[in-house]
């Protein structure tokens, strides 16, 4: 795969030393008569944050269902460590308070619901949620309701997180805190993230990596590699720089 820029900060260093947690080798896979991806190999490392962008309809969040082992490849392998999948809406239950909603995961796993609650509520001020606990899902904000659905991911307790365009529904400013927070919470609780976004700039300022797809079939057809440790302004020159050799590269695969 095409790459730009290098590693260079130890960090970055380590993990490229380090057996990828994600693999997809030559993984092509088709919905009847529909190619959704094609040929498509990519991986990434303990605590490495990649970011997929691409056209709508390019496979992205087909890409994530087969890493969380939620379809199989038509073609091609997938190995991943345990995957846990955080979609773009934040599906948070009603009638559940937000702690209760974050804790989820952990009831699933048969604790009881008070021994869940413990383990959840510390995380609620480390995330900014303190004092929102008792909150029923209405009567918190769009960019709440997603660190709930956060929190909840991370609570699963997998090492590999899919998000899948986590702050799309979310106005500009929201969406520019929720980056802030979102590149907080990962350097306080490491994971192996996949991140599919459709905001080239998001994926500069959050990513270790970014892999550019192409239109539907998706095939990788760039890979960029910022130099400077996550996260990053988006106004900082290597921003600037690398998101327009990924629109390029997004124009050059129509």
């Not at 510390?122 to 309701?145: I, N, T, V």
């Not at 899919?162 to 520019?176: G, K, M």
């Not at 805190?177 to 994926?203: F, I, K, N, S």
């Not at 020159?237 to 050799?245: H, I, K, N, P, T």
Request: aromatic content about 4%; glycine content about 6%.
């Amino acid at each position: 795969m095409p790459a730009e820029g290098a590693i260079t900060t130890p960090e970055a260093a380590s993990r490229a030393q380090a057996p990828p947690t994600v693999t997809l080798h030559a993984v092509t896979q088709r919905f009847g008569d529909v190619v959704a991806l094609e040929a498509l190999s990519l991986d990434a490392r303990p605590e490495e944050v990649v970011a997929v962008v691409g056209p709508s309809g390019c496979g992205k969040t087909t890409l994530l269902e087969l890493v969380c082992g939620l379809a199989e490849p038509t073609a091609g392998t997938v190995e991943a460590a345990p995957a846990v999948l955080m979609a773009q809406r934040d599906l948070l239950l009603p009638w559940l308070s937000a702690l209760d909603n974050a804790a989820l995961p952990l009831r699933v796993q048969g604790r009881s619901r008070a021994d869940a609650r413990s383990a959840a509520a510390p995380l609620f001020a480390q995330l900014g949620l303190g004092g929102f606990e008792a909150a029923r899902p209405y009567e918190l904000s769009g960019g709440m309701k997603q660190r709930v659905a956060f929190l909840r991911t991370l609570l699963a307790g997998k090492p590999v997180l899919c998000l899948d365009e986590p702050f799309a529904a979310l106005d500009a400013i929201t969406r520019a805190e929720m980056q802030a927070w979102l590149a907080g919470a990962l350097a306080r609780e490491p994971r192996t993230v996949l991140l599919v976004t459709h905001d080239v700039e998001e994926a500069l300022v959050l990513a270790d990596r970014v892999v550019v797809l192409s239109r539907r079939p998706g095939r990788v057809v760039a890979e960029l590699r910022p130099e400077s440790p996550r996260p990053r302004a988006a106004t900082d020159d290597e921003v600037v720089e690398l998101r327009a050799r990924a629109v390029a590269a997004l124009e050059g695969a129509r």
